[in-house]
C-alpha cells in the first residue's frame, strides 16, 4: 500500500517560511487527492490543504489562506507545501494524506494513507 513520507519541518522565527514535502517511493501519487493536516496538543486535527488528484483545485484552511500554498509536481512524486510568513499558531504535526477520490476536502476522516508526521515549531 502507499507509504508516504515527510520532509522539511523543524524550528523557525515567526515571520519565517518553510516548504515541506510529500513522497511515496514505491507507488505514484498522482492517482491520488493529497491533503496536509495538523495537530497541536490538546487539540484535534485539523485539515490545512488538499490538492486533487488529476484536477488542480486546491482548498485551503481559512487560518492559512494567503499564507501557505499546496503544489505537486508529479515527475518528482512529490507533493509540496510552501509555508510563509509562519505564526506561533502554526505550531504543530504536520501530516501528508492521501486518498482515491472522491473525498471531501480538510476532513480527515476521508483519508485512509497517512505519513508518520512532522514536527514544525514556530517561536523566537
Known amino acids: 500500500q502507499l507509504r508516504l513520507v515527510e520532509s522539511g519541518g523543524g524550528l523557525v522565527q515567526p515571520g519565517g517560511s518553510l516548504r515541506l514535502s510529500c513522497t511515496d517511493t514505491?507507488?505514484?501519487?498522482?492517482?491520488?487527492?493529497i491533503g496536509w493536516f495538523r495537530q497541536a496538543p490538546g487539540k484535534k486535527r485539523e485539515g490545512v490543504a488538499c490538492?486533487?488528484?488529476?484536477?488542480?483545485?486546491?482548498d485551503y484552511a481559512d487560518s492559512v489562506k494567503g499564507r501557505f500554498t499546496i503544489s505537486r509536481d508529479n515527475a518528482k512524486n512529490t507533493v509540496y507545501l510552501q509555508m510563509n510568513n509562519l505564526k506561533p499558531d502554526d505550531t504543530a504535526v504536520y501530516y501528508c494524506a492521501a486518498e482515491v477520490p472522491p473525498v471531501r476536502p480538510l476532513r480527515a476522516t476521508d483519508f485512509r494513507f497517512w505519513g508518520q508526521g512532522i514536527q514544525v515549531t514556530v517561536a523566537s
Open positions: 514505491g507507488f505514484p501519487m498522482d492517482s491520488y487527492d
Open positions: 490538492i486533487g488528484s488529476r484536477r488542480t483545485s486546491t
